[in-house]
């Protein structure tokens, strides 16, 4: 069984930056990913950044491609997302999950939009 938490978001005006942070807990040695998605009000969940636990292969959602940056820190048992030049349009509830099962891909993670493990959320408001 894993636990993850995420922290970190908050308010943010327009064309600001935050990061969020995903500390993973229980038996985190041996998974296959963890990856981000948001869900926001009226909307289906949509995943944003996957990333592989041993070999750091990432995979990017074309609405974030270019503003965000999934990272891991394994020493910490961390997966962080940095995200930049924040509008209005990425408002929601931002998620973390981690896979033990492997997919084919990372991506798939992300577009299948299925994990072991959630989090519990943290809220991005950005306002415009």
């Known amino acids: 069984q894993l636990q993850l938490v995420e922290s970190g978001g908050g308010l943010v005006q327009s064309g600001g930056s935050l990061r969020l942070s995903c500390t993973v807990s229980?038996?985190?040695?041996?998974?296959?990913?963890t990856g981000w998605f948001r869900q926001a009000p009226g909307k289906n969940r949509e995943g944003l950044s996957c990333?592989?636990?041993?070999?750091?292969?990432?995979y990017y959602a074309d609405s974030v491609k270019g503003r965000f940056t999934i990272s891991r820190d394994h020493a910490k048992n961390t997966v962080y997302l940095e995200m930049n030049n924040l509008t209005s349009e990425d408002t929601a509830v931002y998620y973390c999950?981690?896979?033990?099962?492997?997919?084919?891909?990372?991506?798939?993670?992300?577009?299948?939009?299925?994990?072991?493990?959630w989090g519990r959320g943290t809220q991005v408001t950005v306002s415009s």
């Open positions: 999950a981690a896979q033990e099962t492997p997919y084919t891909t990372i991506q798939a993670m992300c577009v299948i939009d299925y994990a072991d493990y």
């Open positions: 990333i592989g636990h041993s070999d750091g292969t990432t």
């Open positions: 229980g038996s985190p040695k041996d998974y296959y990913a």
